[in-house]
């Protein structure tokens, strides 16, 4: 595997939120590094600019709208198309929470966060499902931030912590019927 190519056994995926070194779900990736099922290729930034906001419980979510928003910071990596029914699994793609999709992001040349320069890479992004995508993005007053970092992460709750009794589709439901606070 090249600096930031995969080859067919393997899907390249751009994590943006809770997947990111420092945050809750990398667990997950640092098991698949652990097994060979994934490694790391570098920080990235997307090459259009997308929505990125918070939802309920503070869960982040890109929304598909290329041209709104604003360049957004993450990590890349290669893993094997095994261990991605894995990422695909906790991201709820069968439930309808995401949707992978494709996506363009740069490597910024010597790692360095910010400029449009650095090596072109396709990829694929866990996006908002198309149901509430846009409904997320007007209910955050179209305002999306560059990066999920700590302070973005205030007050996430995790999965395990969230009421069990309603499924996270009606919670999005409510949260975008909400107004903001």
Known sequence: MGA??????????????????GFY?????????????????????????????????????????????????????????????LVDELEGISRGHYERLPITVRLPIGGEEGGEEGLVVEAEAYFAHQSFGEKMWRRNGEKGICAYSSDEAVGYVKRKDRPQEITFLDQIRIFVSSTMD
Do not use: W
Request: include cysteine.
């Open 25 to 85: 779900n990398h667990r997950l990736i640092q098991d698949m590094i652990l097994a060979g099922d994934a490694a790391f290729l570098g920080i990235a930034l997307t090459a259009d600019r997308y929505p990125l906001v918070c939802g309920p419980y503070r869960v982040p979510f890109l929304i598909n709208i290329p041209g709104a928003g604003e360049l957004v910071s993450g990590e890349l990596y290669a893993v094997s198309r095994r261990a991605i029914a």
């Open 4 to 21: 930031a190519t995969a080859d067919n056994d393997q899907a390249v995926i751009f994590t943006y939120g809770t997947l990111k070194q």
